[in-house]
T-cell receptor, first 115, second 113 residues
């Protein structure tokens, strides 16, 4: 148990639809990162939020967007879903952004299937 | 996106055996981390390495940060059934905390009792 909770755990969408995934960070953690993990692959960094602002972004198109709320929880939104968006989406929380190798605490993920 | 080269992809070992896996990159990382992921779970941090040449242990696990900063290895001694899972290496390039992690594709470990 990392204290990071994600919802929903599983969902199925069709191409072109939009999806919102949610994450509650561990108590006291003010930074949330989102990662996409395709089947058989390692997680790929999508973006990070700190103090309600996007604070770093990986190589993902603009249809991947996010929000962070004052309570540090976060949402990942994906518009115009494509088949290749099918993956496990992982949320990780941490304290601050300073310093290397700060420990990330991952949630169990939301498994998205796009048909 | 870029991923680290992790090997082997999978391994089957007998309970009690030692395990070794490694991770290489064509570029330098300032931090190396090793995670374990069980089915239906998110990755859990096992060991973090912050200095080139550093050797760190966590119980039966030992990991080293390569001198060149382009590689790392993880050893597990005297494997037990609960060691089953997927092990990921991850590197972090910068010294600022918002530098994202770059992950390998994982090593799937199976332990035969």
């Amino acid at each position: 148990e990392t204290g990071v909770t994600q919802s929903p755990t599983h969902l199925i969408k069709t191409r072109g639809q939009q999806v919102t995934l949610r994450c509650s960070s561990q108590s006291g953690h003010n930074t949330v990162s989102w990662y996409q993990q395709a089947l058989g692959q390692g997680p790929q960094f999508i973006f990070q939020y700190y103090r309600e602002e996007e604070n770093g972004r990986g190589n993902f198109p603009p249809r991947f967007s996010g929000l962070q709320f004052p309570n540090y929880s976060s949402e990942l939104n994906v518009n115009a879903l494509e088949l290749d968006d099918s993956a496990l989406y992982l949320c990780a929380s941490s304290v601050g952004t300073g310093g290397p190798g700060r420990e990330l605490f991952f949630g169990e993920g939301s498994r998205l299937t796009v048909l | 996106g870029q991923q680290l080269n992790q090997s082997p992809q999978s391994m089957f070992i007998q309970e009690g055996e030692d395990v070794s896996m490694n991770c290489t990159s064509s570029s330098i990382f300032n931090t190396w981390l090793w995670y374990k992921q069980d089915p239906g779970e998110g990755p859990v941090l096992l060991i973090a390495l912050y200095k080139a040449g550093e050797l760190t242990s966590n119980g039966r696990l030992t990991a080293q940060f390569g001198i060149t900063r382009k590689d790392s290895f993880l050893n597990i001694s005297a494997s037990i059934p609960s060691d089953v899972g997927i092990y990921f290496c991850a590197g972090q390039r910068g010294n600022s905390g918002n530098t994202p992690l770059v992950f390998g594709k994982g090593t799937r470990l199976s332990v035969i009792a």
